[in-house]
C-alpha cells in the first residue's frame, strides 16, 4: 500500500520557520517528481514547488527564495523548508508523488502563521 505522509506542521509567529517532511511507503520517491502544494478552505489549491528526480527545483513566484524542497533519497523523504513565515502562508501544506502514469498525495499538514 502507498501512502505519503507529511508532518513538520503547526502554529508559527510570523518571521518564523518550518520544516515539512513528507515519508513515502509503497514508494520509492526518488523515482518520482516530487511537489508540495498548498490549499486554503475556499481557495485554489497552489503548486508550491517541485524536485524532479535528478534533483532540479522549481518555485512559485510567490515563495522564491523564501521555500526550498529538497530530498533525502536514502530517508525516502521530501523536505519543505520554509522561512521567513507570513500570515498568508497559512494553509494546508500537501506532498504529491508524480510518476507519470500513476500519482499519490498525503493527508496534508495545517501550517498557521499567527502573532
Known amino acids: 500500500q502507498v501512502q505519503l505522509v507529511e508532518s513538520g506542521g503547526g502554529l508559527v509567529h510570523p518571521g518564523g520557520s518550518l520544516r515539512l517532511s513528507c515519508v513515502g511507503s509503497?514508494?520509492?520517491?526518488?523515482?518520482?517528481?516530487m511537489r508540495w502544494y498548498r490549499q486554503a478552505p475556499g481557495n485554489e489549491r497552489e503548486l508550491v514547488a517541485t524536485?524532479?528526480?535528478?534533483?532540479?527545483?522549481d518555485y512559485a513566484d510567490t515563495v522564491k527564495g523564501q521555500f526550498t524542497i529538497s530530498r533525502d533519497n536514502a530517508k525516502n523523504t521530501v523536505y519543505l523548508q520554509m522561512n521567513s513565515l507570513k500570515h498568508e502562508d497559512t494553509d494546508v501544506y500537501s506532498c504529491?508523488?508524480?510518476?507519470?502514469?500513476?500519482?499519490?498525495w498525503g493527508q496534508g499538514t495545517q501550517v498557521t502563521v499567527s502573532s
Open positions: 504529491k508523488a508524480d510518476g507519470g502514469v500513476s500519482c499519490y
Open positions: 509503497g514508494v520509492s520517491l526518488k523515482f518520482n517528481r
Open positions: 524536485i524532479t528526480p535528478s534533483g532540479s527545483t
